[in-house]
C-alpha cells in the first residue's frame, strides 16, 4: 500500500512539473540577478517556448518603463528546456530630450507629440512613454497595427540624455471583408458601414475595439461570442459571432385618468408598432395611434432607412397626424436625409412643413373681442438640422451611457384665411370680418431650437439612475395655441393629462432612480419638473409644473408588462390623492 502512494505521488509531482516544465533565465551584463528578482516581479516556469518569450518581452518593457531607457536585450539563447536573456539596463533616467529618429513630421502631428520630440526640452521619463504609446497608437489606426519603436543613440546632454525615437511601421494592413459566423439576417453591407469597416481602406485598431459596444447597441442582433481578427497578407478579415434577436414590437399603454365634466374617469390609450431590420439592413419602420383626451387623437407614421446603395446616406421621413377635439387639425411632415456617421449616430437635414386647420371656429370670441382667435390656419416651410449622437451599454434598458439630440429649424409661416371669419359680418362695422386679417402679417419668419439629453449613471450592478433634459425654444412674431408645445403624459412630464400644457417654450428635467431585477425589468422612483409660459392674465411670465411618482417594468415570457404611478401640480392646484395617473403598458418583442 505504501508503495502504491509513494508511485502515484511520485507521479503527481511529474504531472505538476511537467505543465510548467519550461524555464526563463534572465543574466544581466551590468546588473546582478537580485536586481531583477526584487525590482521586477516575473515568471520562471512555463508551459513552452512561447510564454516564456512573451515573459520576456513584458519584463523588458517593463524595465523600459521603469526610466531605464538605454536598455536593451543583447542575445536570447533558447533550447528545449530554457530561454536565456542577456539584458543591459544602463542607467536610470529621470527626464530625457527626445529627437527624431525616422519618424515622419507629419505622424508626430496628427500623434499629438510633435512639440515634445522636435522642440529640444526635457521632459519626464514618465511623457517619453506616453510619446511613444502615442504614435504607436496612430500607427494602428492607419493601416500599421504590427509596428513598433524604440529609443537609441543615446548622448550625454546638459546634466541629461537625449535620444532619438525610431519607428518601424512594417506591414501595411488593409481591410479585407467581414465574415459573419452565426444565424442571422443582417447584411454585410449594413454592418460594414454601421462599424466603420471599408473595404480596401486602412486597418483601424480603435474601430475594431469599438465593435463589441456597438453591436450590443443594436436593436437587432446580438452576439455569440466575441469578434476575432484575422492577418494575412496584408489584409485583416474580421469575423463576426451573431445571432438574431427580438427586436420588433408591439405595445400598448391604457391611461386611467381623473374624469372632468361629470366623467368620473377618463380613459385613454395608445398603442404602437415598431419593426427593425426585417430586410437586414437596419431600416425602420414605426407607426403609433393615440387617444390622449375625449375627441382627441394622434397618428404618428416614421420610416428611416439608413444606408442607400450601400452608402452612408439614408432616409429619415416622419409624418404626423393631430386632431384636436372638433377645433381643429394639424398635419406635420418632416422629410429627410440623413449622412450616417459610424454606429447610431447620424446628421439629418430636412423639409419641416405643416399645415393647421381650423374645423370650429369661435364665433362668439370674434364677435365680442373683434379680434382673431387664438387658433388659425396656418402653414409653414422651415428647413431643419438634426444631430443625434448615442452610447449606451444597452439600448433596452441601459444602466450606463447617454443620448443626445439637438436640433434647429427656420423657415416661412403662412397664415390663411378661413372662410367661416371671412364671411362672418361685423354689424358694428357694418362689414365682414375679413378686415381682422389686414392687422395680422400673413407671411412672417420664424425659428425653433432643441436639445435633448440622457445620462444613465450606473452605481452598482443593479443600481442606476438616469437624468434627463430636454428643452424647446420657439419664435415667431405671433404664436397661435395651435403651434404651441403640449406637454404632459408618461412620455413627457408625468403626473398630468397627456398634452394638456401648451407653451412656446420649455425645459423640463428627470432624476428617476432603478433598481434592477434583470436585464429588462425594474422598479423605479422619478422626480420630474418642468419650466413653461404662464398664460394667465396677472399672473406669470412663468410656471414651474412638476411631478413625482414610482413604476416598475417586468418581463415575462409573453411580453414586458409595466404600471406607473404619479402626481404632479401646476399652476395653483393641490397635490390630491383623486387627481393622481395611473398608466399600464404591455410590451411585447418579436
Same mark, same amino acid.
Request: one cysteine or more.
Given at each position: 500500500m505504501r508503495f502504491t502512494s509513494t508511485i502515484f505521488l511520485l507521479f503527481l509531482l511529474k504531472f505538476c512539473f511537467s505543465q510548467n516544465?519550461?524555464?526563463?533565465?534572465?543574466?544581466?551584463?551590468?546588473?546582478?540577478?537580485?536586481?531583477?528578482?526584487?525590482?521586477?516581479?516575473?515568471?520562471?516556469?512555463?508551459?513552452?517556448?512561447?510564454?516564456?518569450?512573451?515573459?520576456?518581452?513584458?519584463?523588458?518593457?517593463?524595465?523600459?518603463?521603469?526610466?531605464?531607457l538605454a536598455s536593451s536585450i543583447d542575445s536570447t539563447v533558447s533550447d528545449s528546456a530554457q530561454t536565456v536573456i542577456y539584458i543591459y539596463v544602463g542607467d536610470k533616467f529621470e527626464d530625457i530630450v527626445l529627437q527624431n529618429g525616422n519618424v515622419d513630421p507629419s505622424l508626430l502631428a496628427s500623434a499629438g507629440v510633435k512639440s515634445s520630440v522636435l522642440n529640444g526640452k526635457k521632459i519626464p521619463i514618465g511623457d517619453a512613454e506616453v510619446v511613444k504609446a502615442k504614435i504607436i497608437q496612430q500607427c494602428e489606426n492607419t493601416g500599421y497595427p504590427f509596428a513598433s519603436i524604440r529609443l537609441d543613440?543615446?548622448?550625454?546632454?546638459?546634466?541629461?540624455?537625449?535620444?532619438?525615437?525610431?519607428?518601424?511601421?512594417?506591414?501595411?494592413?488593409?481591410?479585407?471583408?467581414?465574415?459573419i459566423l452565426g444565424k442571422t439576417k443582417t447584411k454585410k453591407m449594413f454592418l460594414r458601414n454601421y462599424l466603420g469597416i471599408k473595404v480596401g481602406k486602412p486597418y483601424n485598431e480603435s474601430n475594431v475595439r469599438k465593435i463589441q459596444q456597438r453591436i450590443n447597441e443594436l436593436q437587432f442582433a446580438e452576439s455569440i461570442q466575441p469578434r476575432t481578427v484575422a492577418f494575412q497578407n496584408g489584409k485583416a478579415k474580421v469575423n463576426l459571432y451573431l445571432k438574431d434577436k427580438k427586436s420588433s414590437q408591439f405595445d400598448f399603454l391604457l391611461g386611467l385618468l381623473p374624469g372632468s365634466s361629470g366623467q368620473k374617469l377618463l380613459i385613454t390609450g395608445e398603442a404602437r408598432i415598431h419593426l427593425f431590420s426585417l430586410f437586414g439592413v437596419g431600416e425602420e419602420f414605426y407607426l403609433q395611434w393615440k387617444k390622449l383626451q375625449p375627441k382627441t387623437q394622434e397618428l404618428d407614421v416614421r420610416l428611416v432607412y439608413p444606408y442607400l446603395i450601400g452608402l452612408p446616406l439614408g432616409i429619415n421621413a416622419q409624418f404626423k397626424l393631430y386632431k384636436r377635439d372638433t377645433s381643429y387639425v394639424d398635419i406635420d411632415g418632416d422629410y429627410g436625409v440623413q449622412y450616417q456617421f459610424v454606429g447610431s449616430n447620424y446628421l439629418k437635414a430636412s423639409l419641416r412643413q405643416k399645415i393647421s386647420i381650423i374645423t370650429?371656429?369661435?364665433?362668439?370670441?370674434?364677435?365680442q373681442t373683434r379680434s382673431l382667435p387664438k387658433n388659425l390656419d396656418i402653414s409653414t416651410n422651415e428647413f431643419a438640422l438634426e444631430?443625434?449622437?448615442? +452610447?449606451?451599454?444597452?439600448?433596452? &434598458?441601459? %444602466?450606463?451611457? $447617454?443620448?443626445?439630440?439637438?436640433?434647429? /429649424?427656420?423657415?416661412?409661416? +403662412?397664415?390663411?384665411?378661413?372662410? &367661416?371669419? %371671412?364671411?362672418? $359680418?361685423?354689424?358694428?362695422?357694418?362689414? /365682414?370680418?375679413?378686415?381682422?386679417?389686414?392687422?395680422?402679417?400673413?407671411?412672417?419668419?420664424?425659428?425653433?431650437?432643441?436639445?435633448?439629453?440622457?445620462k444613465y449613471w450606473k452605481l452598482a450592478s443593479r443600481h442606476t439612475i438616469k437624468t434627463s433634459?430636454?428643452?424647446?425654444?420657439?419664435?415667431?412674431?405671433?404664436?397661435?395655441?395651435?403651434?404651441?408645445?403640449?406637454?404632459?403624459?408618461?412620455?413627457?412630464?408625468?403626473?398630468?393629462?397627456?398634452?394638456?400644457?401648451f407653451t412656446p417654450y420649455y425645459a423640463m428635467a428627470n432624476v428617476e432612480y432603478r433598481f434592477l431585477l434583470s436585464k429588462n425589468s425594474y422598479f423605479s422612483t422619478f422626480f420630474n419638473a418642468a419650466v413653461v409660459e404662464d398664460a394667465r392674465v396677472g399672473k406669470g411670465p412663468v410656471d414651474f409644473p412638476f411631478g413625482f411618482g414610482a413604476g416598475a417594468a417586468i418581463e415575462t415570457k409573453v411580453g414586458i408588462f409595466g404600471i406607473t404611478y404619479a402626481m404632479g401640480k401646476q399652476l395653483d392646484n393641490k397635490l390630491t390623492i383623486k387627481s393622481a395617473k395611473i398608466h399600464i403598458g404591455y410590451v411585447n418583442y418579436f
Open positions: 516544465s519550461y524555464s526563463l533565465q534572465v543574466v544581466g551584463a551590468d546588473k546582478p540577478k537580485d536586481f531583477f528578482t526584487k525590482k521586477f516581479s516575473y515568471k520562471n516556469h512555463f508551459k513552452d517556448s512561447l510564454q516564456a518569450n512573451a515573459e520576456a518581452k513584458d519584463l523588458f518593457n517593463k524595465i523600459c518603463s521603469f526610466g531605464y543613440s543615446f548622448i550625454a546632454f546638459q546634466n541629461s540624455y537625449s535620444a532619438k525615437i525610431y519607428l518601424q511601421k512594417n506591414e501595411l494592413i488593409v481591410y479585407d471583408s467581414i465574415q370650429n371656429v369661435d364665433t362668439a370670441y370674434i364677435r444631430y443625434f449622437l448615442q +452610447k449606451l451599454n444597452y439600448r433596452f &434598458n441601459p %444602466v450606463d451611457g $447617454y443620448v443626445l439630440k439637438v436640433s434647429g /429649424s427656420a423657415g416661412v409661416k +403662412k397664415i390663411k384665411r378661413n372662410n &367661416n371669419i %371671412v364671411g362672418l $359680418y361685423d354689424e358694428v362695422a357694418q362689414k /365682414s370680418f375679413d378686415y381682422l386679417y389686414d392687422n395680422a402679417r400673413l407671411k412672417t419668419f420664424q425659428f425653433s431650437i432643441a436639445l435633448a439629453f440622457d433634459f430636454e428643452g424647446k425654444y420657439f419664435y415667431s412674431r405671433n404664436i397661435y395655441d395651435n403651434e404651441k408645445y403640449r406637454l404632459g403624459g408618461v412620455n413627457t412630464l408625468r403626473g398630468f393629462d397627456d398634452q394638456s400644457i
